[in-house]
């Protein structure tokens, strides 16, 4: 079996991270999506490079409860996308 989505609890919110495919410019890309107060908040790399799939398949691999937990550590205490972009955005090391 493929897998192509994992899902990940961290800090009160729940992480999904999927591979995806844009048929257009065909690129890949590793999305790593939250909900905040009803909204979905997607962030990732986009890969555009000779053998993208594998690169694509590493990095999908390679995220872990570690790297959920390091993602959603600065959104603790946003409850707007507002808030949750400002804390991404933030140059700050808690």
Not at 75 to 82: I, K, R
Request: hydrophobic share 35%; aromatic share 8%; with cysteine.
């Amino acid at each position: 079996m493929e897998a192509w989505a994992k899902l990940f609890e961290s800090n009160g919110r729940q992480v999904l991270v999927t591979k995806e495919y844009d048929d257009e410019d065909e690129s890949h890309k590793l999305s790593v999506a939250i909900r905040i107060d009803g909204a979905q908040l997607s962030l990732g790399p986009v890969i555009r490079c000779e053998g993208a799939d594998e690169v694509l398949d590493r990095v999908f691999n390679a995220f872990d409860q570690e790297s959920a937990d390091n993602f959603t550590k600065k959104l603790v205490g946003c409850e707007t996308v507002y808030e949750a972009v400002k804390a991404i955005n933030s140059s700050e090391d808690e």
